[in-house]
């Protein structure tokens, strides 16, 4: 599992958080887990933007079969 450190929060932040995760019953680390855990969902319109980048970064070319790349490189060889 990755680690992330967040330095120079607000005080007034981490009391909060604090709040919350007691309100919960659970730990800080518990609660910023599950707050990071859903932030990091995206939703569908993100996931859309997110296709169309991909999309771009072709350059508008439409992709080739898997099985001509596949057969191409067999017959190379």
């Given at each position: 599992?990755?680690?992330?450190?967040v330095?120079?929060?607000?005080?007034?932040?981490?009391?909060?958080?604090?709040?919350?995760?007691e309100?919960?019953?659970?730990a800080?680390?518990?609660?910023?887990?599950?707050?990071l855990?859903?932030?990091?969902?995206?939703?569908?319109?993100?996931?859309?933007?997110?296709?169309?980048?991909?999309?771009a970064l072709?350059?508008?070319?439409?992709?080739?079969?898997?099985?001509?790349?596949?057969?191409?490189?067999?017959?190379s060889?």
């Amino acid at each position: 599992m990755a680690q992330v450190i967040v330095r120079n929060l607000d005080e007034g932040v981490v009391r909060g958080l604090k709040a919350r995760a007691e309100l919960r019953g659970r730990a800080l680390e518990q609660e910023l887990r599950e707050i990071l855990t859903e932030a990091s969902r995206l939703g569908p319109a993100e996931r859309l933007a997110f296709a169309d980048r991909v999309r771009a970064l072709g350059g508008g070319r439409p992709g080739r079969d898997s099985v001509e790349l596949i057969r191409e490189d067999r017959e190379s060889r």
